[in-house]
């Protein structure tokens, strides 16, 4: 090694120096201690004692863990697509020629920015049954249904119903899409406009021109939100400790909530560190799969490749 | 286009639907801040009621002796945070970002990778380590385990600033190097000036990560004297779920001053936003 070399070293590691040191502290370390705690049983106050692979056998006839896990994926199933479509939806709908595009923007964005915590307290009001104003909106609804199919049926209890709980936070999420529209927004505004106009003298149509040259364009942002999209539901927590407490029953026990009153309620942290390790392999199981399939959806302009 | 009567009606629709959605997404909100000053006797009454003579007493409430939400104290805590976390966050992820972007450093490429593909790992996963640690420094009920890490550098923070600094032109490196000034005099005084506004991007977002963050204040504050705006308000939720206007009051104190802030930092918003999607 050089003087030259030896003394950019020492510059390089010094700059970096904090997050070096970070990532011993706060990442690397921490990650390995979790996956030894993952073989043990420890209560906090007793050392851990190893027990092999019980904690994950455990795991896998836990009923708890097998609902909270459902409870995950239906959420995620529903809330990441729908979030995608209505932020697309939106996006699209500001890109055309309109007066005021900036204040719209606004209006759509605003909701993303209202604290999670702030935004649980409020919708648990709007989704209850006998005073929040969403049942009130759709009463009318129902009635014209009953009255027209001679029908008995009743806006649902939200948050007080198994059934419609998960719905309930579902919808929540929907309301909070305004960044990735804002993201959309963006992608769309740098869609070269010659590609419209060669699809207009070839006379497309609106959605052939959607399908055939926006969504390609613009798959990457897609693709990015999709992934993000996923990491981000599965790890859902803060709308469900503050809004249900993982009820009606179990309708809305989250993964990540089961995983915190494992740790901070019943102190069973082996049990939880095994769950900690089990998401890590589901998200970036999920990840690999959904980079693998990126390969044939999206284009990136470029033809670059990655 | 829009002489002919299909494009007129096309317009209309655009309009009707834009204008449409914005009332579905702004309702909530607007409900919420309206609720917050709006007299206990029209809170429940439908359809809701937007002309009324603003009242105090919810707002009063939050500072009544016998409310167990601490809005001064709350407010003080989560500031001091906040103020913690975007000092914390600047000062460190800058550093780290100029040795990854203008230092050549052996080992630099490996740990900008692995920086990189850290940010895929769930926060769950440490999770327990880390309490267990900040449990040893007899740090629990204090805010060290939420500012500290700050330090540290943030690795979503560190790859923006990156692809910031690599902007600035090399010459004016080369000429402050050839001028005899170190490496952290050209860091600190002429790369940190040309990156005003990409460090006000990661100032506002980190200030709003701390501002909104509830797991972390969550797992470590135990005493509600030293409860953060999220943590107070959930846990008032937990206790006082029918005193609609107390709760949209202090729901409305916490989100008021992020719609503030967006309106006098627009730009830095939308930047943000837009950044976290470029890497797609």
């Known amino acids: 090694m050089t003087q030259g070399q030896r003394t950019s070293l020492c510059v390089g590691v010094f700059f970096a120096s904090p997050y070096l040191i970070g990532f011993l502290i706060f990442l690397l370390g921490p990650l390995l201690c979790s996956l030894y705690f993952s073989f043990t049983e420890y209560d906090i106050f007793n050392r851990p004692e190893w027990i092999g692979l019980d904690n994950f056998r455990e795991l896998f006839e836990d009923p708890l863990f097998l609902a909270s896990m459902w409870n995950t994926v239906v959420y995620t199933i529903f809330s990441v697509p729908l979030g995608m479509a209505a932020a697309f939806a939106m996006a699209l709908l500001l890109n055309r020629n309109m007066k005021a595009r900036p204040l719209f923007r606004t209006f759509f964005f605003l909701p993303s920015i209202v604290p999670m915590v702030a935004a649980s307290v409020l919708w648990v009001w709007v989704f209850n049954s006998q005073y929040g104003y969403l049942n009130w909106a759709l009463q009318p609804v129902y009635d014209l249904v009953n009255a027209v199919c001679g029908t008995q049926y009743q806006p649902p209890n939200w948050l007080q119903s198994p059934f419609w709980s998960k719905p309930a936070l579902i919808l929540m999420s929907v309301w909070g899409v305004g960044g990735t529209m804002v993201m959309y927004l963006a992608a769309l505004q740098d869609v070269p406009a010659a590609l419209y106009e060669a699809a207009d003298l070839d006379g497309a149509s609106a959605w052939r021109k959607v399908w055939h040259i926006t969504l390609p364009m613009i798959s990457p942002i897609l693709f990015f939100t999709f992934v993000m999209g996923l990491i981000g539901a599965f790890q859902v927590f803060t709308q469900a400790y503050v809004m249900t407490k993982g009820g009606p029953g179990i309708s809305t026990l989250f993964y990540c909530l089961y995983l915190f009153n494992n740790a901070f309620e019943y102190f069973r942290l082996g049990y939880a560190s095994a769950m900690a390790w089990v998401l890590f392999a589901i998200i970036g199981a999920l990840t690999v799969f959904v980079f693998k399939g990126s390969k044939r959806f999206v284009h990136y302009e470029g033809g670059a490749g990655e | ?280």
């Open chain 2, 1 to 280: 286009m829009n002489d002919r009567p299909a494009g007129v009606a096309a317009d209309a629709v655009k309009y009707v639907l834009v204008i449409s959605l914005s009332l579905v997404f702004l309702f909530p909100l607007a409900w919420l801040l309206s609720s917050a000053v709006k007299p206990d006797a029209l809170l429940k009454q439908f359809p809701p009621v937007w002309v009324f003579v603003p009242t105090l007493e919810h707002l009063k409430g939050l500072f009544d002796a016998d409310s167990p939400f601490h809005l001064w104290q709350f407010l003080a805590n989560t500031l001091y945070i906040c103020a913690f976390t975007v000092f914390g966050t600047v000062l460190s992820s800058s550093m780290v970002a100029y040795a990854f972007a203008r230092v050549k450093w052996p080992g630099r490429d490996l740990f900008f990778y692995a920086m990189l593909g850290t940010m895929m790992v769930p926060g769950q996963v440490m999770m327990i380590p880390v309490f267990l640690m900040f449990r040893k420094l007899g740090w629990i009920d204090t805010f060290w385990p939420l500012t500290a890490p700050t330090l540290f550098g943030n690795a979503f923070f560190i790859f923006m600033l990156r692809q910031f600094f690599l902007t600035v032109p090399r010459d004016l490196l080369d000429a402050a190097r050839v001028d005899g000034h170190g490496e952290i005099a050209i860091w600190w005084r002429v790369v940190m000036p040309l990156s005003v506004p990409a460090l006000a991007v990661v100032g506002l977002f980190s200030f709003l990560g701390a501002w909104n963050d509830f797991v972390g204040p969550l797992i470590y504050l135990l005493d509600e004297t030293r409860y953060t705006l999220s943590v107070g308000l959930a846990m008032f939720q937990g206790q006082y779920s029918a005193q609609y206007g107390r709760l949209m009051a202090a729901s409305a104190m916490m989100t008021a001053p992020i719609i503030v802030i967006f309106f006098f930092a627009q730009r830095q918003f939308i930047e943000g936003i837009k950044l976290t999607g470029i890497k797609g």
